[in-house]
């Protein structure tokens, strides 16, 4: 016998009291379930100040753990078992006590995408949407930033007067970002010579350089609202075409590779979903320590943005 899979998600959600939270990336499959959609910024303030009694994350492990370091009293779940974001490894509590013993004047910024032992070793931490606005308020001059490069050299060209290290190096970023080239833009803009680029800041700095914008996925959503202009070429993760075309019917969405695709955001499904919020699976936990350690260079970024 099959079941109708959304309406026992909504079932469960009002029975358990869930709010569910939904990244940008995600498949629209999920559309019909989620409470609210966003980037890791918006997710992070609304996990912030949920009277939820559990809190479903749709998106990836390093999201699910900030939700539950801004909401420790909550239970939090996560869609679907392990779906670990392979940048948020790539940044370890030994290399970043490395970089604080070289660099000991320096301030200590990680990006969100961050397992929660490197955030516990963080003065702040920030978004692709905040942080060069976080930065830029900053009273050191030294800023120990990680693990994004991309996103690194982005803010060092939006805030000159800081001299920003990256952290582990000019190795650190995403894979799904990182496959983009200059060849896909061309060759879509020759398609579609009248759209307007935008640009993730995890994508290479050529593309940055070359795009008509460089945006967060936040950024990316408001944009079709503030400029008249039709067609875009989006230069993210796959599901953030899908999640502009549902929000802006009326007009066109190009991805610049149809292979940016997140295979860690792909394994959130409506059935895993329903088999988390069933039977309580894919509870998040910290350290107690990690965790309070980690939640002031996250208040700190709130408060700042
Ligand atoms: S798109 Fe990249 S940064 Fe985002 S979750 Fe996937 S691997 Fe991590």
Redesign the pocket.
Request: glycine residues 0%; proline residues 6%; contains cysteine.
């Given at each position: 016998m099959s079941i109708d899979l959304v309406s026992e998600i909504l079932r469960l959600k009002e029975e358990k009291d869930y709010v569910i939270l939904c990244h940008n990336?995600s498949s629209p499959t999920l559309y019909p379930i989620a409470d609210y959609f966003g980037d890791s910024l918006g997710l992070s303030k609304l996990a912030a100040k949920t009277s939820a009694s559990r809190i479903m994350f749709i998106g990836?492990t390093f999201m699910a753990e900030t939700a539950l370091i801004l909401s420790p009293e909550t239970m939090v779940q996560q869609a679907s078992s392990s779906p670990h974001?392979?940048?948020?490894a790539q940044l370890k509590q030994e290399q970043i006590k490395e970089f604080i013993e070289k660099y000991p004047e320096a301030a200590v910024v990680t990006y969100v995408?961050t397992r929660a032992e490197a955030k516990a070793l963080s003065d702040v931490c920030v978004t692709s949407a905040n942080a060069d606005r976080i930065i830029s308020q900053l009273d050191e001059q030294q800023i120990l930033f990680g693990p994004d490069a991309n996103l690194a050299a982005y803010v060092q060209k939006r805030v000159p007067e800081k001299e920003i290290i990256p952290m582990p190096g000019p190795r650190g970023g995403?894979?799904?970002?990182r496959q983009f080239k200059l060849e896909h833009f061309e060759q879509v803009k020759a398609q579609h010579p009248d759209a307007i680029s935008m640009m993730h800041p995890?994508a290479s700095t050529v593309l940055q350089d070359t795009s008509d914008y460089v945006l967060s996925t936040g950024g990316m959503e408001r944009l079709p609202t503030e400029i008249d202009a039709q067609e875009f070429i989006v230069g993210t993760?796959i599901g953030m075409v899908d999640r502009l075309a549902h929000l802006f019917p009326d007009k066109n969405f190009y991805p610049l590779f149809t292979g940016g695709i997140?295979y860690?955001?792909k394994k959130n499904t409506l059935y895993s979903l329903y088999e988390a919020m069933a039977f309580d699976r894919n509870v998040v936990r910290l350290d107690p320590d990690i965790l309070l350690r980690a939640t002031a260079p996250i208040e700190r970024m709130l408060e700042l943005s």
């Open positions: 990336y990836v974001c392979p940048m948020a995408n995403c894979y799904v970002h995890e993760e997140c860690q955001q």
